[in-house]
C-alpha cells in the first residue's frame, strides 16, 4: 500500500493519508515523561480539546497527542487517523464496505472532526477532517510518524477494504509508501487481534531500544528487517504498543 504526499502547499494532507496520532494514557503526565525523553518532545496543553489533553512537538511543530484514558476497560492504545475532507461520507462508506463506526463524527473545538472506526475484521482507526489543524506539522523525521502498519488476518480482503476506501492515496500518480499490510502471524501470536501498529522513526533501533527498557518500557517483537527499514515493536511504560522505525539506506 501507499499514500499520497501532502497537499502541494504543505497545509493538508489528501484523504486516505495518515495525518494524525493519538495515544488513550491512564496518566497523561507518565507519558510525558516516557516519551519526552525518549523522542524530545515537548508537550502543550490543549484544553479546548474535550477531557483534556496535551499535544506533542518535536522541534515546535505538532506531531501527536497524549489524551487521559478515562474509562479503565478500554485499552491503552496508539490510534492513526486518516485524513478526509468529507467524514461523514466516508463514514458511511466504511459501514457499506463492512466496518464499523465506533465513534460517530463529532466536532473538536475549531481543530476539526473525528470519528473512530474499523474494518471488516475489527482493526480500528481514526477519522480527522480538518478545520484549523490539518495534521502532522512534521512527519518522516527520527521522533515523528514513518509508518502505519495494519496486521490483519485475510490480508487479500484488507486489500479490498482499504483500496476501495482510499483508491487515490493508494494508487494515485502522487503515491508514496507509508501504509502496509501484513499477516498478523508475522509478528505477533496467530490469536492477536488485527490492528494498526504506529511507527516512529529513529536513528538506531538499538540504542532507542535500552532507552525504552529505562524508561519502563519493553520488548514485544526484536528488531526485524522490512522492505521499508529495521522495525522494533515495543510497549511504553503503560502498556501502549508501537514501532520504532530505523529506514535502510535506500529509503
Not at 497523561?28 to 516519551?35: E, L, M, P
Not at 473538536?108 to 475489527?122: I, M, R, Y
Not at 487479500?156 to 493508494?170: C, I, K, M, R, V
Request: charged share 20%; aromatic share 12%; hydrophobic share 40%.
Amino acid at each position: 500500500m501507499a499514500e499520497n504526499r501532502a497537499s502541494a502547499d504543505g497545509t493538508g494532507y489528501g484523504e486516505g493519508v495518515p495525518c494524525w496520532l493519538d495515544a488513550q494514557l491512564p496518566d497523561v503526565a507518565a507519558g510525558q515523561r516516557f516519551y519526552g525523553e525518549l523522542f524530545g518532545w515537548t508537550f502543550h496543553d490543549r484544553p479546548e480539546v474535550h477531557g483534556g489533553s496535551v499535544w506533542a512537538h518535536h522541534k515546535g511543530r505538532p506531531v501527536a497527542a497524549l489524551a487521559h484514558k478515562t474509562d479503565g476497560r478500554m485499552p491503552t492504545v496508539w490510534t492513526v487517523y486518516f485524513a478526509t475532507p468529507d467524514i461523514e461520507g466516508l463514514a458511511d462508506r466504511i459501514w457499506a464496505a463492512g466496518g464499523q463506526v465506533v465513534t460517530a463524527p463529532m466536532p473538536v473545538a475549531e481543530l476539526g472532526t473525528s470519528a473512530l472506526v474499523t474494518d471488516p475484521e475489527g482493526a480500528v482507526f481514526g477519522l480527522w477532517e480538518p478545520g484549523s489543524h490539518p495534521g502532522f506539522g512534521v512527519r518522516h523525521e527520527p521522533g515523528t510518524f514513518a509508518w502505519a502498519e495494519l496486521y490483519a488476518r485475510d490480508t487479500e480482503a484488507a486489500n479490498t477494504f482499504y483500496s476501495g476506501l482510499f483508491h487515490d492515496a493508494l494508487f494515485g500518480p502522487e503515491a508514496h509508501p507509508d501504509f502496509g499490510r501484513a499477516p498478523v502471524s508475522d509478528v505477533f501470536p496467530a490469536e492477536m487481534p488485527p490492528h494498526f501498529l504506529v511507527h516512529f522513526g529513529v536513528e538506531d533501533c538499538e540504542a532507542v531500544l535500552g532507552t525504552v527498557g529505562r524508561l519502563g518500557g519493553r520488548v514485544q517483537a526484536p528488531p526485524f528487517e522490512t522492505s521499508y527499514g529495521k522495525v522494533a515493536v515495543v510497549t511504553d511504560n503503560q502498556g501502549a504498543s508501537f514501532a520504532i522505525l530505523e529506514r535502510s539506506e535506500r529509503q
